[in-house]
């Protein structure tokens, strides 16, 4: 379940950051002018007061590819998948007012990458959607030839669907001839992630047959649909300042607060037979069960935080800037529904009497999720515009983020196991039903932690008249860790009522309780990386930018392109 919550939540402030290719083709240190107020040096919130600093009027529309970043829109095979994006800022003529405003739509389905093992190995692999048969010649009794044809079919599929929705509206204001603006910024933000994974969604058959009479001898079906599915809304206010601390220096401040309601769901569905005997008509060796689950948590919470910054003019064309900033998020839910079912048969023929066991068992209960959330960032960069319209800068950023869920899950269950021998003998003490009952609480908590150091370098230089070329790289040390313990914290021994056919009650308490307390899985990685990029930005006009990324000559239909309307 962690993976579903961290999505809808840590997606809800994606919207509030778009990427322009400047800034991607530059390890984010050269701005272009959304960044500058839609992320700027942390890039960990708006600042709608530097709205102010951007001249004249920007669009932003599907062309500037700023909701991924990834489309490729050369590429006539590609799947389409990307979203729609409109935009822009504006500063009001005559005034120092700026204001700016971004509506985003994305909708993926990302598939599963799937494997189906067998003999040998992997037999059939592929993403979404995987089938594979295989059979096996077996020589049972070891006289040189084969007796039996084991059969197996398996498949399974497993995909994720997401889809983001936000709208955010922004303004700055600089009343004193701009050594003093402010800025404020709402947003509304709707995010759903339903998930379909292969290990909920798959089917099997097994069949065994006797080569000598061609009778088959065993069989088994198997099959399972599963869903996760969440949703999440977000509003969010915002609010940033910046002014002017003497000649040479500027301070910024900013702070973003969110409010979070949502709800998780997950059901599961799995039937399946197996029969000992199927090639012998009116013989009994068959076992079937269906199995269901089925929960919803409503959530709610909050987020904020905010941080702080100072630029500095070293000396004409050279500037340094400095930032740090910490934003924290808790967000808690408890179950609406929560249910777990069992049900199985099975019939054995005894000479002349069909034996039944029938099983139910059903769970009920609480399930509460509570997830806290803290990211801190911090750092410092120089940019220098020299001669001939090279800008070069160097950055050392922190970064550090902590996630800590906690799952407590309440159950109760009750099991029937019902016998009959088939003799219809009244008072029968061989018959008899057995009722259990039995309850605990456990609680799961997975903490990470990701810590990133790095050193980025950008830089953008003129090639020709009206393009420039941008490289970038960002080396770093990535420290992660994550640690799931399992606790019971509660729970009742299993009793057992059984009433026999003659009336004969019998009761036992299990003892003692047989628990998997104090489960610990941990692991640590740490790595050093170094992510390069590149682009090209071209004038072409006044009124319009293009800038490219994931240019090879080989291989054209992967270009990136991003197109901007100035005015």
């Given at each position: 379940?962690?993976?579903?919550?961290?999505?809808?939540?840590l997606a809800a402030v994606a919207f509030s950051q778009p990427e322009t290719f400047r800034w991607m083709s530059t390890s984010g240190l050269i701005?272009?002018?959304?960044?500058?107020?839609?992320?700027?040096?942390?890039?960990?919130?708006?600042?709608?007061?530097r709205l102010v600093e951007v001249e004249g009027y920007r669009l932003y529309t599907g062309l500037a590819n700023l909701s991924t970043g990834d489309?490729?829109?050369?590429?006539?095979?590609?799947?389409?998948?990307?979203?729609?994006?409109?935009?822009?800022?504006?500063?009001?003529?005559?005034?120092?007012?700026?204001?700016?405003?971004?509506?985003?739509?994305?909708?993926?389905?990302?598939?599963?990458?799937?494997?189906?093992?067998?003999?040998?190995?992997?037999?059939?692999?592929?993403?979404?959607?995987?089938?594979?048969?295989?059979?096996?010649?077996?020589?049972?009794?070891?006289?040189?030839?084969?007796?039996?044809?084991?059969?197996?079919?398996?498949?399974?599929?497993?995909?994720?669907?997401?889809?983001?929705?936000?709208?955010?509206?922004?303004?700055?204001?600089?009343?004193?001839?701009?050594?003093?603006?402010?800025?404020?910024?709402?947003?509304?933000?709707?995010?759903?992630?339903?998930?379909?994974?292969?290990?909920?969604?798959?089917?099997?058959?097994?069949?065994?047959?006797?080569?000598?009479?061609?009778?088959?001898?065993?069989?088994?079906?198997?099959?399972?649909?599963?869903?996760?599915?969440?949703?999440?809304?977000?509003?969010?206010?915002?609010?940033?300042?910046?002014?002017?601390?003497?000649?040479?220096?500027?301070?910024?401040?900013?702070?973003?607060?969110?409010?979070?309601?949502?709800?998780?769901?997950?059901?599961?569905?799995?039937?399946?037979?197996?029969?000992?005997?199927?090639?012998?008509?009116?013989?009994?060796?068959?076992?079937?069960?269906?199995?269901?689950?089925?929960?919803?948590?409503?959530?709610?919470?909050?987020?904020?935080?905010?941080?702080?910054?100072?630029?500095?003019?070293?000396?004409?064309?050279?500037?340094?800037?400095?930032?740090?900033?910490?934003?924290?998020?808790?967000?808690?839910?408890?179950?609406?529904?929560?249910?777990?079912?069992?049900?199985?048969?099975?019939?054995?023929?005894?000479?002349?009497?069909?034996?039944?066991?029938?099983?139910?068992?059903?769970?009920?209960?609480?399930?509460?999720?509570?997830?806290?959330?803290?990211?801190?960032?911090?750092?410092?960069?120089?940019?220098?515009?020299?001669?001939?319209?090279?800008?070069?800068?160097?950055?050392?950023?922190?970064?550090?983020?902590?996630?800590?869920?906690?799952?407590?899950?309440?159950?109760?269950?009750?099991?029937?196991?019902?016998?009959?021998?088939?003799?219809?003998?009244?008072?029968?003490?061989?018959?008899?039903?057995?009722?259990?009952?039995?309850?605990?609480?456990?609680?799961?908590?997975?903490?990470?932690?990701?810590?990133?150091?790095?050193?980025?370098?950008?830089?953008?230089?003129?090639?020709?008249?009206?393009?420039?070329?941008?490289?970038?790289?960002?080396?770093?040390?990535?420290?992660?860790?994550?640690?799931?313990?399992?606790?019971?914290?509660?729970?009742?021994?299993?009793?057992?009522?059984?009433?026999?056919?003659?009336?004969?009650?019998?009761?036992?308490?299990?003892?003692?309780?047989?628990?998997?307390?104090?489960?610990?899985?941990?692991?640590?990685?740490?790595?050093?990386?170094?992510?390069?990029?590149?682009?090209?930005?071209?004038?072409?006009?006044?009124?319009?930018?293009?800038?490219?990324?994931?240019?090879?000559?080989?291989?054209?239909?992967?270009?990136?392109?991003?197109?901007?309307?100035?005015?």
């Amino acid at each position: 379940m962690r993976t579903l919550v961290a999505v809808l939540i840590l997606a809800a402030v994606a919207f509030s950051q778009p990427e322009t290719f400047r800034w991607m083709s530059t390890s984010g240190l050269i701005y272009d002018d959304l960044d500058l107020w839609a992320g700027g040096l942390l890039h960990m919130q708006p600042l709608p007061d530097r709205l102010v600093e951007v001249e004249g009027y920007r669009l932003y529309t599907g062309l500037a590819n700023l909701s991924t970043g990834d489309d490729t829109a050369l590429d006539e095979e590609g799947d389409g998948e990307g979203g729609f994006l409109i935009g822009g800022s504006a500063l009001l003529p005559g005034s120092e007012v700026g204001l700016g405003a971004i509506t985003d739509f994305f909708d993926r389905r990302i598939f599963e990458e799937i494997e189906l093992t067998g003999p040998g190995g992997v037999l059939a692999s592929g993403e979404g959607q995987v089938e594979a048969s295989w059979s096996e010649f077996v020589d049972e009794d070891g006289d040189g030839a084969f007796d039996t044809r084991h059969t197996e079919h398996h498949s399974a599929s497993g995909w994720e669907d997401s889809t983001q929705t936000s709208a955010g509206v922004f303004a700055g204001w600089a009343p004193g001839a701009r050594s003093l603006s402010i800025g404020l910024g709402a947003a509304l933000v709707k995010n759903s992630v339903s998930e379909m994974p292969s290990s909920m969604n798959y089917s099997m058959s097994v069949s065994d047959t006797n080569l000598v009479t061609g009778t088959p001898t065993y069989a088994m079906d198997l099959s399972s649909e599963g869903e996760n599915a969440g949703d999440a809304s977000v509003i969010v206010a915002m609010l940033s300042g910046s002014g002017a601390m003497g000649d040479y220096m500027i301070g910024r401040g900013m702070f973003m607060f969110q409010s979070v309601s949502g709800e998780q769901t997950h059901t599961l569905s799995e039937e399946g037979q197996e029969d000992g005997a199927p090639g012998q008509p009116g013989v009994y060796d068959l076992l079937s069960w269906q199995r269901s689950e089925d929960y919803s948590v409503d959530l709610s919470g909050s987020a904020f935080g905010g941080g702080a910054g100072l630029d500095y003019t070293l000396a004409d064309n050279w500037l340094l800037e400095l930032g740090g900033g910490y934003y924290t998020s808790s967000v808690d839910g408890t179950t609406n529904t929560f249910s777990s079912e069992l049900d199985s048969l099975y019939q054995l023929t005894q000479g002349s009497l069909l034996e039944t066991t029938s099983i139910a068992i059903d769970g009920s209960g609480d399930l509460s999720t509570v997830m806290d959330e803290t990211h801190v960032r911090g750092g410092a960069k120089v940019t220098a515009s020299l001669a001939d319209g090279l800008i070069v800068s160097l950055g050392a950023f922190y970064d550090s983020q902590t996630s800590t869920e906690t799952n407590t899950m309440e159950l109760a269950y009750t099991g029937n196991m019902t016998f009959d021998d088939g003799d219809t003998e009244y008072a029968d003490p061989d018959d008899y039903t057995a009722t259990t009952s039995w309850s605990q609480t456990e609680e799961e908590k997975v903490t990470s932690s990701t810590t990133r150091i790095s050193l980025p370098v950008g830089l953008e230089l003129p090639v020709i008249h009206r393009l420039v070329a941008r490289l970038g790289a960002d080396p770093a040390f990535v420290w992660e860790e994550e640690t799931t313990t399992n606790t019971l914290l509660d729970a009742s021994p299993a009793v057992t009522e059984v009433v026999y056919g003659d009336g004969t009650i019998d009761e036992y308490v299990d003892s003692p309780w047989i628990t998997y307390d104090g489960t610990l899985v941990s692991s640590e990685d740490s790595r050093t990386e170094i992510p390069f990029s590149y682009g090209l930005g071209f004038a072409a006009t006044e009124n319009l930018q293009v800038d490219l990324m994931g240019m090879g000559l080989g291989y054209i239909d992967q270009w990136r392109i991003s197109a901007t309307l100035l005015f």
